[in-house]
């Protein structure tokens, strides 16, 4: 599956579960720690928890964080899989994981 795919996938499934403000659709994902929490972040020389995804009109996917400051900042999915492979994998599988469940729910 492409990366382009696997985006839209996620962001079908953010707007289908998320709760909706604003025009902007928010899903907080439940992840373990080791991929979620204590993130450093060079541009911002700062150190940053995974916060929720989020699909905004004009940006697309959106990957938030907060820092130790309390600040929040945003990447799209794309910018994720280059700086933090490891969340990145942890987000998709977790998706795909929970339409699996909704699937074997309806059934």
């Known amino acids: 599956m492409k990366i382009e795919e696997i985006e839209k996938l ?4 953010v707007i289908a579960m998320g709760v909706e403000r604003n025009n902007v659709f928010n899903h907080r994902v439940n992840l373990p720690n080791c991929f979620s929490k204590n993130l450093f972040f060079k ?3 700062d150190y940053a928890d995974f ?3 989020a699909v ?4 697309g996917l ?4 907060t820092n130790k400051r309390g600040g929040a900042f ?3 999915l794309k910018k994720i899989m280059e700086l933090k492979p490891l969340l990145y ?3 998709v599988t977790h998706v ?3 339409i699996e469940n909704l699937e074997d729910e309806e059934c």
């Open 10 to 13: 996620i962001t079908i499934f």
């Open 43 to 45: 541009g911002f020389g």
């Open 51 to 53: 916060s929720h995804l």
């Open 56 to 59: 905004h009109e004009d940006y």
């Open 62 to 65: 959106e990957v938030w964080f």
């Open 74 to 76: 945003w990447y799209p």
């Open 89 to 91: 994998a942890a987000i």
């Open 96 to 98: 795909y994981d929970m």
